[in-house]
């Protein structure tokens, strides 16, 4: 049977989805929510999740109602900090003790997702050495530096957010969307794909930025 | 004795920037050192996100939602300009290919150790983004701060008391009233604002400042900050 | 007794290869496999040089030098195709994102270890290219080879005595008398070839083999070998 | 001044580099080999160089002219064998001992050159466990699994091949061309791609496959 990830809505793209999942979650700097599926998500309801997340509560993303719906056990995030004078949703949570923080350097964040997408259970970087973020983690020196040892963290379910999407699943981003989407769909056992449109024909292999390999299901949201 | 507003000190940092550099500027007051480049000078502005070229802030009506920095602002790309995923863009920030990075900061400390991503806010969430990786990993990490605190505690240290970004990272720091590299035996004073006497800096300052033996007049053009 | 000949065996092994899968074929006899997909099975040929959706070979007028997969054979696209640079096409393999590889083997042993790239051939280089991250990482490792050597001897043994490629990895082995499943008790028997016994294939093999219960015959149907 | 990367001729593309350089030479399965680059730097004639190239012999590169010209002291590569009967100018030389040969599997090999552009030291993979090309390795189980540890290879020069360059080093690739080229040219000091034609305007930034930070030279060969 041709392959063919496209369906029908973002609630179908969820279809398995359920309690404890790690969930990857795009976007970065305003670009790459995946908006539609984080609604889709709370609709859903699994609860216990563990978000994946560049900031637990940004302005353009819906992040937030995940955590306002109480379906959220920890976060793994760089940025844990709201925007506005009165603390985040996230952060009330977390001051109460009723959600778990990991807090990572971006480029170790990213890394660690990227490690477990290629198979990579850990690496060394330089990046947090010295500081409280890796307090209590391997140590080593190579050269004339001190690294320190990061595990890969690998999720059930990324959602991203997408230009185009092909039939096979291949994508195109536009801009700044890209960020942490393509790592995130090789490092969870079920990636989703909210695209503005689905490409008709194949899209054109020097234009693909993503393999559709990656990719289990995509929809289109506009 | 007249410091140098927040915007000076930007251009002063900016004028040190080399051509053909790729240069990472900090979330905040640093952005602003892409508009006082040296005349001439050809740069590649990288942000965390993965513009590699990032050019000035959009028209009101050129505003694409999607083509953003690290801070959230709607740019334009520059000539030359490309665009990778995150992945990417750290690999190319740990690997050492940015050649400087410019950063706001708390507190730097004689041995160089940079505290510039947790004031310690009650009841608020931590904030770390990408200055961990920037600090480590940029070759050249100069930072951009007020010379003391709003109530007047000195911000160079012989120890950061707020938690570190990265340890013996910080080559020169560029404040309302002095320009301070970081050597192997500590702070050395490079430029200090006319009229402050070298005991009045020392007095303003945490830990042993040397001055070098050109040590000049840290001056720059009158702008203006924004209301 | 009619052996299967090296095209059947790929035949065999192609027949397995379920809809959507993502395979990788090894260099040499596999890469025949895409020929005999089971009619309607739409698959994704991955080839560890990144090309990701390998197609048939290019016509003569139709060769692109650029365009070759990790055999360097000159190939085309099949439609939904793209191209990854090395690193991405390893980190695919070895991120475990192939589903089957299909392998050619010197031996494969009773706990699933194989031996497939060096025959210690006096006086040549060592030549292991993607062979012990394909091994290593695909879920599914499916071996297709000769059941005993040139000389007779068994490739089917309690240990490789050649060098290893991976440790316990190989899942399924395709000869031209049987097709054999590793288990965690040893070797299993799915099939068998027409007219021979089970006694005689023991005899063939170096190691315990299992029979299923539902053991069938093994056949191909009729492809002639290339001159 | 604005950045230009662009260089008049191969030779001119390799000045400064010197006698006991780590070189990169991309290429794979046919397609890639920076072939006048390979022969501009035998002709540059630095000695005791260590390459790092997939094929220590291909039939379509000429790797193998460095080796003729004795300029090499250690390979390392995946594949060592030539593709003739008789040895290969390599193997020759390697069995009389005068040259050192590090064999490594394909993924490891590119994993740590991507390592070193990366800026990680060493990292956990599970290829090569259990086998004679890991020996004496350190070895860690990370869940059910066992892992070795695999170190960096960082480089002095990368000679990569390419379709077009713009004035800022920003490459595109023809079809299979790409894949050693990008990340050996972030791991190298030195980074110089021979492309088959400059491209007049900047290449549009969707376009871009390698971004120009990681080129250092280019030169066109057509």
């Keep these: 049977m041709p392959i063919d990830k496209r369906v029908a809505s973002a609630a179908q793209s969820l279809e398995g989805v359920g309690d404890g999942a790690t969930v990857f979650i795009s976007g970065f700097g305003g670009a790459?929510?995946?908006?539609?599926?984080?609604?889709?998500?709370?609709?859903?309801?699994?609860?216990?999740?563990?978000?994946?997340?560049?900031?637990?509560?940004?302005?353009?993303?819906?992040?937030?109602?995940?955590?306002?719906?109480?379906?959220?056990?920890?976060?793994?995030?760089?940025?844990?900090?709201?925007?506005?004078?009165?603390?985040?949703?996230?952060?009330?949570?977390?001051?109460?003790?009723?959600?778990?923080?990991?807090?990572?350097?971006?480029?170790?964040?990213?890394?660690?997702?990227?490690?477990?997408?290629?198979?990579?259970?850990?690496?060394?970087?330089?990046?947090?050495?010295?500081?409280?973020?890796?307090?209590?983690?391997?140590?080593?020196?190579?050269?004339?530096?001190?690294?320190?040892?990061?595990?890969?963290?690998?999720?059930?379910?990324?959602?991203?957010?997408?230009?185009?999407?092909?039939?096979?699943?291949?994508?195109?981003?536009?801009?700044?969307?890209?960020?942490?989407?393509?790592?995130?769909?090789?490092?969870?056992?079920?990636?989703?794909a909210e695209v503005r449109a689905f490409a008709e024909e194949p899209i054109p292999h020097a234009q693909v930025q993503l393999p559709g390999v990656y990719v289990d299901r995509a929809v289109a949201v506009s | 004795m007249t410091p140098l507003n927040r915007l000076q000190i930007t251009w002063r940092a900016a004028q040190d920037i080399e051509d053909g550099e790729v240069v990472n500027l900090g979330i905040g007051l640093p952005v602003h050192c892409s508009d006082y480049l040296r005349p001439g000078v050809d740069v590649v502005i990288q942000a965390e996100n993965g513009v590699i070229g990032a050019g000035p802030l959009a028209a009101h009506d050129k505003i694409d939602t999607d083509l953003v920095d690290a801070g959230s602002r709607r740019i334009t790309l520059r000539p030359g300009a490309s665009i990778v995923d995150s992945s990417w863009s750290f690999a190319m920030i740990r690997g050492g290919h940015i050649d400087v990075t410019i950063l706001g900061a708390f507190e730097v400390a004689a041995n160089g150790d940079l505290a510039n991503w947790d004031m310690r806010i009650a009841n608020r969430g931590p904030l770390v983004g990408g200055a961990m990786d920037l600090a480590a990993c940029a070759r050249a990490v100069w930072v951009i701060m007020e010379h003391v605190t709003r109530k007047g505690a000195p911000r160079l240290l012989e120890r950061c008391a707020l938690p570190l970004t990265a340890v013996r990272c910080v080559s020169r720091v560029y404040t309302d009233l002095a320009v301070v590299d970081v050597t192997p035996h500590g702070f050395l004073v490079r430029e200090i604002v006319d009229g402050m006497s070298r005991d009045e800096l020392q007095a303003k300052s945490g830990a042993p400042l040397a001055f070098a033996g050109d040590c000049k007049v840290l001056t720059a053009p009158p702008i203006a900050l924004p209301e």
Aim: charged share 25%.
């Design chain 1, 32 to 192: 790459g929510f995946p908006n539609v599926l984080i609604r889709a998500l709370r609709e859903r309801g699994p609860k216990n999740l563990t978000l994946v997340v560049n900031s637990a509560t940004h302005r353009y993303s819906l992040t937030h109602e995940l955590i306002d719906a109480n379906l959220v056990r920890k976060v793994i995030c760089t940025a844990a900090r709201g925007h506005t004078k009165d603390p985040s949703a996230f952060e009330s949570r977390w001051m109460e003790g009723k959600i778990e923080l990991e807090c990572v350097p971006q480029g170790t964040f990213t890394e660690r997702i990227r490690a477990a997408g290629a198979g990579i259970p850990a690496f060394f970087t330089p990046v947090g050495f010295g500081t409280e973020l890796t307090a209590g983690k391997e140590v080593r020196r190579f050269g004339e530096r001190d690294y320190v040892l990061e595990p890969a963290i690998a999720g059930d379910l990324a959602l991203i957010r997408a230009d185009t999407a092909d039939r096979y699943g291949n994508l195109t981003f536009r801009y700044a969307q890209m960020n942490f989407g393509p790592v995130m769909a090789t490092a969870a056992k079920l990636a989703v």
